[in-house]
């Protein structure tokens, strides 16, 4: 995790950073890792209200920040318009992130998608049929107009991610879906 931790200093981030955290092992270590680096993060979770769990993990994270003493704005979609409810919800999210970005004109979102989560877009792409853009995934940074996405795990396993959650003894939620 050093060469995550290099690479997010190697940011020099100056202001707020918005993290988009649904309290799993992914999105807690990397909340886990800016909050020891001593940067401001705002947490960003959307309650999806898509399974039974959802509630639950939304309180978890919001007492989580509360005892951290972390900013948590929360989101909750308590239904969907007909239609692919995965592009719903992912439109649906980045319209809450941008808000919130906004609200603390922040330069910057963090996402804790990892290669192992490039590996599944990339296969799931090639399944479905995708042209060659498509083959690519997605990428670590993505210039918005206002701020940046970051995504520091790009190129780390998951594996690596639950490794650091287990040894720090960070909370998190597996989603089963």
Do not use: W
């Not at 993060?41 to 769990?53: F, P, Q």
């Not at 970051?150 to 690596?160: D, L, V, W």
Request: charge should be positive; charged fraction near 25%.
């Amino acid at each position: 995790m050093e060469e995550v931790i290099n690479y997010i200093k190697s940011l020099n981030i100056n202001s707020n950073v918005v993290l988009a955290c649904s309290y799993g092992p992914d999105s807690m270590c990397l909340l886990d890792i800016l909050n020891k680096l001593g940067i401001k993060v705002i947490v960003a979770h959307v309650n999806h209200k898509l399974r039974e769990e959802s509630d639950l993990e939304y309180e978890l994270l919001k007492k989580y920040c509360e005892q951290s003493k972390l900013v948590f704005e929360g989101f909750v979609i308590n239904n969907y318009p007909k239609g692919n409810v995965e592009n719903i919800a992912r439109i649906k999210r980045y319209e809450f992130f941008d808000k919130i970005i906004k609200k603390y004109k922040s330069d910057y979102l963090f996402t804790a998608h990892h290669g192992d989560d490039l590996m599944e877009t990339i296969l799931m792409r090639i399944v479905r049929g995708s042209n060659i853009y498509g083959y690519s995934g997605f990428k670590k940074i993505v210039n918005m107009d206002t701020y940046t996405i970051y995504r520091p795990f790009f190129e780390t396993t998951k594996a690596k991610l639950l490794d650091y959650d287990h040894r720090y003894k960070i909370p998190y939620a597996i989603d089963a879906s």
